[in-house]
């Protein structure tokens, strides 16, 4: 979840949140490198408590859904600040503008559910809206909505353990794409220790990993 605020008239804060974010955040639980995050908030799932005041931050005047239906965070690089906290430059994209940002973010505990491990992070930071094309109610209508928003972003997510995953077999092959090209792609099968497996699709131009196939229901080799 991710909750932002920003002055009203001056006065008192106003709040919302937008309800899920996905993407990924890697960490190694050793606590022997800072955190990698990739995350996307969807502009649909603002949430503001009423329904018309949702609409008008999805219009024109501030998120505009319509043309821009995602706010992602791409982190590249971080300076450790304590243990587990760090300040995390990346860029954030929003309403079609990418911007550096620094962002103040919290490993915040690690626990144990019932499909297993999880980790939390709560990560903080501001901007100014006007950077980003909304300047609605900061001139006109002059100070209707102060500029400055402060962001707090609470992840939770499942820990998955690449480390001791290892590749059984191989395959090469092309794979179509729009352009009606082939691309040249690896096809990779890995098993870890717990019996997991994933098929990995390995761009061998572009060296983008995607999985594209979840495990066997009955186990086995894989397809290869």
Request: with cysteine.
């Amino acid at each position: 979840m991710a909750v932002f605020r920003v002055q009203h008239l001056g006065a008192g804060f106003f709040w919302g949140r937008f309800n899920e974010l996905g993407g990924t955040v890697t960490w190694p639980l050793d606590g022997s490198a800072a955190p990698v995050f990739d995350v996307t908030a969807q502009v649909n799932k603002v949430d503001t408590g009423s329904e018309k005041l949702d609409g008008n931050l999805q219009g024109p005047n501030f998120f505009n859904q319509a043309e821009f239906p995602t706010i992602a965070f791409k982190s590249a690089g971080a300076t450790k600040v304590g243990d587990n906290h760090w300040t995390v430059q990346g860029d954030l994209t929003l309403r079609g503008v990418t911007k550096t940002i620094a962002v103040d973010c919290h490993m915040v505990g690690v626990g144990k559910g019932p499909t297993g491990p999880k980790v939390g992070f709560e990560c903080t930071f501001t901007i100014n809206r006007a950077d980003y094309g909304m300047k609605w109610g900061i001139d006109a209508p002059k100070g209707a909505l102060g500029n400055e928003v402060k962001m707090v972003i609470a992840l939770e997510g499942d820990v998955v353990d690449h480390g001791v995953a290892t590749p059984r077999s191989q395959h090469r092959g092309m794979v179509a794409t729009a352009d009606g090209e082939g691309r040249d792609v690896m096809l990779v099968w890995l098993y870890d220790h717990r019996g997991g497996y994933a098929l990995l699709m390995i761009d061998a131009e572009t060296g983008r990993t995607r999985q594209i196939a979840t495990p066997y229901p009955w186990g086995g080799d894989g397809p290869f």
